[in-house]
């Protein structure tokens, strides 16, 4: 958290993956007394979805002229 607290994020076990339910610049993973840091390297931040769209194909509603 950018005031230096930690929070739990949900996260589940996928073929000895780690499966993280959230996004974040820097992660800290901890058990017992160890702990890693992991900070994505991918861009994050794509920019908003105007479309709504995954494929990018948009429907467009036509109505028939009355």
């Given amino acids: 958290m950018p005031d230096g607290t930690e929070t739990v994020a949900d996260a589940h076990n996928e073929q000895n993956v780690v499966v993280v339910h959230g996004v974040s610049r820097l992660f800290?993973?901890?058990?017992?007394?160890?702990v890693v840091e992991a900070r994505p390297t991918a861009q994050v931040n794509t920019g908003y979805n105007f479309n709504g769209t995954t494929t990018g194909?948009?429907?467009?509603?036509?109505?028939?002229?009355?």
Avoid: S, T, V
């Fill in 57 to 66: 194909e948009i429907r467009e509603l036509k109505h028939a002229e009355q």
């Fill in 28 to 34: 800290r993973f901890r058990l017992n007394g160890l």
